[in-house]
């Protein structure tokens, strides 16, 4: 079954506010990714993270490995219109092992 | 342009007729695999392709079947396609089994009636 909870499922952002949203499992992961999906397209690797505790950024996204490995958190800086969509981590436990997706967070703009 | 490329991009049909959807990469990646997206579930994959004629089930293979006779093309097909299979459906590239970059094809929306 599926391995990986995303928090929230959905939120709403305003234009300029910076939004946060994470994922966590009971097990270890030794890779971390966070992939976009706009609506009507195949999701997008966004970021890329292989060691526990790591910051990594890519514009105004950042993410972040924790530290017990069980977990990672994603970061949006001063979010715009084109933000929306559905953000998924995905974990790999080891090097050449499948991926396992999480549920998805989907953003929606405030109307 | 790099890229993964599903037809077709919308699909609706009814219970137990067969339909193949086809997936080509422009890429020359190995490996291939097949996810299907359901509200809260995320991607589950269904199939997998590690090189020519080599394949493998995933974590939902039952009412699927696929093959790899060419390295671009991966196709999925369902045999008696039935209501539980409504779903939208992602093709994915990477250049080797294990290589966490995975390109997505745009999906295919499949609706069973």
């Known amino acids: 079954g599926q391995q990986l909870n995303q928090s929230p499922q959905s939120m709403f952002i305003q234009e300029g506010e910076d939004v946060s949203m994470n994922c966590t499992s009971s097990s270890i992961f030794n890779t971390w990714l966070w992939y976009k999906q706009d609506p009507g397209e195949g999701p997008v690797l966004l970021i890329a993270l292989y060691k526990a505790g790591e910051l990594t950024s890519n514009g105004r996204l950042t993410a972040q490995f924790g530290i017990t490995r069980k977990d990672s958190f994603l970061n949006i800086s001063a979010s715009i219109p084109s933000d929306v969509g559905i953000y998924f981590c995905?974990?790999?436990?080891?090097?050449?092992?499948?991926?396992?997706f999480g549920g998805g967070t989907r953003v929606l703009v405030k109307p | 342009e790099a890229q993964v490329t599903q037809n077709p991009r919308y699909l609706i049909t009814v219970t137990g007729k067969k339909l193949t959807v086809t997936c080509s990469q422009n890429m020359n990646h190995e490996y291939m695999s097949w996810y299907r997206q359901d509200p809260g579930l995320g991607l589950r994959q269904i199939y997998y392709s590690m090189n020519v004629e080599v394949t493998d089930k995933g974590d939902v293979p039952e009412g699927y079947k696929v093959s790899r006779k060419e390295k671009r093309n991966f196709p999925l097909i369902l045999e008696s396609p039935s209501p539980n299979q409504t779903s939208l459906y992602f093709c994915?590239?990477?250049?080797?089994?294990?290589?966490?970059?995975?390109?997505f094809g745009s999906g295919t929306q499949l609706s069973v009636l």
């Open positions: 995905a974990g790999q436990k080891a090097a050449g092992n499948k991926l396992t």
């Open positions: 994915a590239s990477t250049p080797n089994f294990g290589n966490e970059k995975l390109f």
